[in-house]
């Protein structure tokens, strides 16, 4: 946040896009594939088109494309922050919610199931009166990067993206499915790529979502998200599993499948599932509500005056215990990194941590 306009800055860094714009808003005022990459000819840091991928499965793990992406984010090419003066006017809010506790703030409730499915990762997660119930989380490697497809540029990231959401579906008779893509070609769909060429898609727009159900259509022993998120319910205590079963809130790209069949028949069962047209951007939402409410609270903000005096131990203010060693319980290393990265861009070493 700058302290002098008042602006609220929200960025969700996410494996397959970067989503950010200002608290309040009902939406991302910039949406871009998180990729880093250099030109074949030249390897230098002015080569860098913004556009490898920094994360992988929900963690950082290029930590130097992380900080070239954050630079892209904040200049002139996005949120056209002015960083001469940022590091000294600038406050960061000082708590990172695990992303899926942001849908919750996105829909307003206190106590629900999340479930976020992106590129990446999918996790599931009991929220109950506000709060996260972390020995309940369940987490789901399963998605397109476990296949180790090279995407080589960004608009092929938002290629797979658009044929997942507009062709692809969720079967509810998968047997009668895969016995129409045998024997006959009613689910054969056309469609017209960016550069023109026509493809055609058959069974795969059900057997590519049947992978987060049935993993081991893949040779990945483990239980579906359906089976996971039973067995996390079941796992609650007996006096917040009825309220859990009532709302079952969907976040996230991979949650954008359609589903294909007669939905009354679902209606049988007592349990609300949310799928909001929005939920592709929720936890950008959720973030966003989060610092509006918080933007003039300076409990809940680090600067840079703060981190100066006393270090680490600033966060002690929120009861986060600090070890001699740089690990902090309850922060998460990206919040960290990227207050440091902040601080790099007037005199801070961001590589000390």
């Given amino acids: 946040m700058d302290s002098q306009d008042g602006k609220v800055v929200v960025c969700d860094n996410s494996t397959g896009f970067v989503k950010c714009g200002c608290a309040g808003s009902n939406f991302p005022e910039h949406i871009f594939p998180a990729l880093v990459g250099r030109t074949v000819i030249r390897s230098t840091t002015k080569d860098l088109m913004v556009g490898d991928e920094p994360m992988g499965n929900g963690i950082v793990r290029n930590w130097d494309d992380m900080k070239h992406l954050w630079d892209y984010t904040f200049g002139p090419e996005k949120l056209n922050i002015d960083t001469r003066n940022y590091t000294r006017n600038c406050k960061i809010l000082l708590t990172e919610p695990i992303q899926i506790v942001l849908t919750l703030y996105a829909q307003g ?13 999918t996790h599931i997660c009991p929220i109950y009166e506000g709060f996260s119930l972390p020995h309940l989380i369940r987490r789901l490697d399963i998605l397109l990067l476990l296949r180790r497809y090279a995407l080589n540029h960004p608009a092929d990231l938002e290629t797979v993206c658009m044929i997942k959401e507009k062709l692809c579906y969720v079967g509810y008779n998968i047997e009668q499915e895969q016995k129409l893509a045998l024997e006959t070609k009613v689910l054969v769909e056309s469609d ?88 592709k951007h929720m936890v950008f939402l959720g973030g966003a509500v989060l610092a509006d409410t918080v933007k003039d609270k300076d409990n809940f903000w680090m600067t840079q005056q703060g981190y100066q005096e006393k270090g680490a131990h600033v966060l002690e203010k929120l009861g986060v215990t600090v070890r001699k060693t740089p690990k902090l319980v309850g922060i998460t290393p990206i919040m960290l990194s990227f207050f440091l990265y902040c601080q790099s861009l007037n005199s801070f070493n961001s590589r000390t941590w």
């Fill in 109 to 121: 409730l206190l106590t629900d199931v999340a479930v976020d499915s992106g590129d990446g990762v």
């Fill in 192 to 279: 017209t790529l960016p550069d023109g060429h026509i493809f055609k898609i058959g069974g795969e727009r059900f057997e590519a979502p049947e992978i987060l159900f049935q993993p081991y259509l893949i040779n990945v022993e483990g239980a579906g998200v359906a089976e996971l998120l039973f067995n996390t319910i079941r796992a609650a205590d007996a006096d917040t599993r009825s309220e859990s079963y009532k709302y079952i809130v969907l976040s996230g790209g991979s949650t954008m499948y359609l589903l294909k069949g007669d939905v009354e028949k679902l209606s049988k069962f007592e349990i609300c599932i949310g799928d909001p047209p929005c939920r």
